[in-house]
């Protein structure tokens, strides 16, 4: 008897827990940290952007990979709906989301600009 593939060690959802570990740990590193200089705030956005872009990139091919999987495995609904008909509403959704992702690449590329010009001499006396 063969293994469900669904409990198959699988090296893209090992890839997606760790994304969602960095932006956590991206959470807690700022949160109540305090000011952060504008060249670094400049050199992280540079970072997030590229993860909108890669994350555009990455749900469309999980998309098309979920459309593929239509053609290897025979899929089914516990409740004995359309499986097919889910994975479109689910294909649908992710391209609605890697539309998202670009534009919040776009958006923190904007943000990135903004801050291009910005340099800091040294740090302010507290007040």
Do not use: F, W
Not at 106 to 113: E, F, G, K, M, S
Request: charged content about 20%; some cysteine.
């Amino acid at each position: 008897m063969s293994t469900p593939a669904t409990h198959l060690p699988d090296p893209v959802n090992e890839h997606a827990a760790a994304a969602y570990e960095s932006i956590r740990a991206l959470c807690h590193a700022t949160v109540g940290r305090g000011p952060i200089p504008p060249p670094q705030v400049y050199e992280v956005l540079g970072n997030l952007k590229c993860l909108g872009y890669g994350l555009t990139q990455a749900l469309r091919q999980l998309s098309r990979a979920l459309a593929e999987s239509l053609t290897v495995y025979a899929v089914y609904e516990d409740d004995g709906d359309n499986p097919e008909e889910s994975i479109a509403y689910a294909m649908e959704s992710l391209r609605a989301a890697a539309d998202r992702a670009t534009q919040l690449a776009v958006l923190l590329d904007a943000a990135q600009d903004d801050l291009s010009r910005i340099g800091i001499h040294q740090q302010r006396e507290p007040r």
